[in-house]
T-cell receptor
Framework: EDQVTQSPEALRLQEGESSSLNCSYT??????LFWYRQDPGKGPEFLFT???AGEEKEKERLKATLTKKESFLHITAPKPEDSATYLC?????????????FGGGTRVLVKP | DTAVSQTPKYLVTQMGNDKSIKCEQN?????MYWYKQDSKKFLKIMFS???????INETVPNRFSPKSPDKAHLNLHINSLELGDSAVYFC???????????FGQGTRLTVV
C-alpha cells in the first residue's frame, strides 16, 4: 500500500539551530512530492513541489530535496516564526488512484 | 482577495442534524477537493472533483455528499451528523490533479 511517513513527529529547536525533517514514501508511481506549512487554526500553505530525484528547491531558510525514496526539508538558522507543522504530501500515479496522500506532519517549535 | 474560501469557519450542531459547508475558489483551477483533518492532525482526502465531475471518492460514509454546481464551487452536505464527524474540513483546489493544492482556512465541525 502506498504510504507517506514523516519523522520526527515533533522537533524543538533553539533559534539558529539548523535541522532537517524527513518524509519517506513507499509508492508505486510518484508524480510529485509537496511540502506544506500549517499554522494553528489555518489551512496548509504550499511551500514546494518536487518532481524528480535530485531536484532541490529553496525559499528563505527552507530547502527541500528529493531522492527516490524520501525527501528532506532542511531548516537553516531557524527563527521563532518558522514554528509550525510541516506536512509532506505525495501525489501517486493514476494507477494508484491519482490522489494526494499526506504524512502525519512534523511539529516544529523554535525557541528564541 | 482570498483564493479558496469556505464557510462557515466554525459549526457546532447536534447529532442527527444535516449541515452544509460551502467552498469557492477564484484561482481558475479545474480540480477541487474536500479533506478531513482529525484530532491527530492527519489530513485525509475525501473527494476530488475535476471540472464538476467526481473523480475520487474515498471510503466515506454516504451521509457525506459533495456537490459541484460549477468548477469554482464545491459544497459538502452531511446528513444525520454523528459525534465521530467532529473534525476540521478543508476545501482545496489545484490547476490539475498533479499540481500543488491551495487550501481554504478550514471549517471546524463540532457535533454534540
Amino acid at each position: 500500500e502506498d504510504q507517506v511517513t514523516q519523522s520526527p513527529e515533533a522537533l524543538r529547536l533553539q533559534e539558529g539551530e539548523s535541522s532537517s525533517l524527513n518524509c519517506s514514501y513507499t509508492v508505486s508511481g510518484l508524480r510529485g512530492l509537496f511540502w506544506y506549512r500549517q499554522d494553528p487554526g489555518k489551512g496548509p500553505e504550499f511551500l514546494f513541489t518536487l518532481y524528480s530525484a535530485g531536484e532541490e528547491k529553496e525559499k528563505e531558510r527552507l530547502k527541500a530535496t528529493l531522492t527516490k525514496k524520501e525527501s528532506f526539508l532542511h531548516i537553516t538558522a531557524p527563527k521563532p516564526e518558522d514554528s509550525a507543522t510541516y506536512l509532506c504530501a505525495v501525489h501517486f500515479s493514476k494507477a494508484a488512484g491519482n490522489k494526494l496522500t499526506f504524512g502525519g506532519g512534523t511539529r516544529v517549535l523554535v525557541k528564541p | 482577495d482570498t483564493a479558496v474560501s469556505q464557510t462557515p469557519k466554525y459549526l457546532v450542531t447536534q447529532m442527527g442534524n444535516d449541515k452544509s459547508i460551502k467552498c469557492e475558489q477564484n484561482l481558475g483551477h479545474d480540480t477541487m477537493y474536500w479533506y478531513k483533518q482529525d484530532s491527530k492532525k492527519f489530513l485525509k482526502i475525501m473527494f476530488s472533483y475535476n471540472n464538476k465531475e467526481l473523480i475520487i471518492n474515498e471510503t466515506v460514509p454516504n451521509r457525506f455528499s459533495p456537490k459541484s454546481p460549477d468548477k469554482a464551487h464545491l459544497n459538502l452536505h452531511i446528513n444525520s451528523l454523528e459525534l465521530g464527524d467532529s473534525a476540521v474540513y478543508f476545501c482545496a483546489s489545484s490547476l490539475r490533479a498533479d499540481t500543488e493544492a491551495f487550501f481554504g482556512q478550514g471549517t471546524r465541525l463540532t457535533v454534540v
